[in-house]
């Protein structure tokens, strides 16, 4: 077992490639002996990790809370809502206050200011469950997920279709950190920031890997080996709606009729969740090529991953 560089995990940026191909490797192995894993790894026994979210959750507080009670330990999930957070406490001292109690915080939040200086004041591993701008734990179990169904990184293409939000900055330099290929169509305007396109560029560069954006889905798909999409309105964009839906609908929807343009063993993922009809339609989520329940299912295996390497 490694421990990371970092005791936080602010993007997938605080990585190292070896430090990914490492937790997707562990993931990987609690994954293949989930029969004898369960409650009987007490691993994290005494470990207590709390959850502070901002924002709603399915995916990620469930498979937080799940690998902590299967590896032995406790989670406490506190709604930023119910917190002295709300009237106006500030993060530096809930930081610290939270630090006292327990030995683990995952935190959901819509600015990622507020990640920087929960990492910056916390006294304890802090690791990022979602802000507006990465989402560093879903990154992981894409690769992972990429990996279990292509057996290696080398040489494959994946093709990101849509919004260059939160899930497509972490994906992208994720991907280009592990030599993945990237072609992502999205459009103008709604493009990564530019911190994220200057580090997949460099990092594209160190691996001799193609990374470009073009506005045409058909280009980005053609013989890609992955294809990836998620919503069209983040949470936090609400007002921006129907501004959104008459830009991505219909040019950037994944349907049947653009998934035939990806290689015929191309798998096709979403983080969920999804609005089907708008970035996807049911046939290609339920399709033959959708991985999506393996991408879910994954993020428990990542978590463990992530925790034992930050907590023991
Ligand atoms: N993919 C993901 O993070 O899902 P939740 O919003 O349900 O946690
Ligand atoms: N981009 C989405 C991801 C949800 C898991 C959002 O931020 O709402």
């Known amino acids: 077992m490694i421990s990371l560089s970092k005791k936080y995990l602010t993007s997938i940026e605080d990585l190292s490639e070896d430090e990914i191909r490492y937790l997707i490797s562990q993931a990987i192995e609690f994954k293949t002996k989930k029969s004898d894993n369960g409650n009987n790894n007490q691993i994290l026994a005494g470990k207590t990790l709390a959850l502070m979210f901002e924002k709603p959750s399915t995916r990620t507080r469930l498979s937080f809370e799940a690998a902590m009670f299967q590896l032995g330990g406790n989670t406490i999930y506190l709604n930023a809502n119910d917190l002295q957070l709300s009237r106006g406490e500030s993060i530096q001292d809930t930081a610290k206050t939270i630090s006292l109690y327990v030995d683990c915080l995952v935190s959901r939040v819509h600015s990622h200011n507020t990640i920087i200086e929960l990492s910056q004041n916390c006294k304890i591993p802090l690791i990022n469950g979602l802000s507006d701008l990465y989402h560093p734990c879903q990154s992981l179990a894409d690769l992972m997920t990429i990996l ?7 040489g494959l293409t994946l093709a990101w279709i849509g919004d260059g939000n939160n899930v497509c900055n972490d994906l992208l330099m994720g ?7 990237i072609r992502a169509a999205i459009p103008e ?19 001799q890997t193609d990374f470009t954006i073009v506005r045409e889905p058909v280009y980005a798909v053609r013989n890609a080996d992955v294809v990836v999409t998620d919503t069209f309105v983040s949470i936090g964009k609400e007002k921006e709606v129907d501004k959104r839906k008459s830009i991505f609908i219909p040019k950037y929807q994944v349907n049947d009729q653009l998934m035939n343009y990806s290689k015929d063993n191309a798998i096709f993922m979403h983080c969920l969740p999804a609005k089907r009809g708008q970035e996807v339609t049911s046939e290609v989520i339920d399709g033959k090529k959708s991985v999506v329940w393996d991408e879910a299912e994954n993020r428990l295996h990542v978590q463990k991953s992530l925790l034992v390497s930050l907590l023991i």
Request: net charge positive; aromatic share 10%.
């Open 189 to 207: 305007g709604y493009e990564p920031p530019q911190h994220v396109l200057e580090v997949v560029t460099h990092e594209s560069k160190l691996k």
């Open 148 to 154: 279990e169904y292509k057996k290696s990184f080398k």
């Open 175 to 181: 991907c280009a950190k592990v030599g993945i290929n």
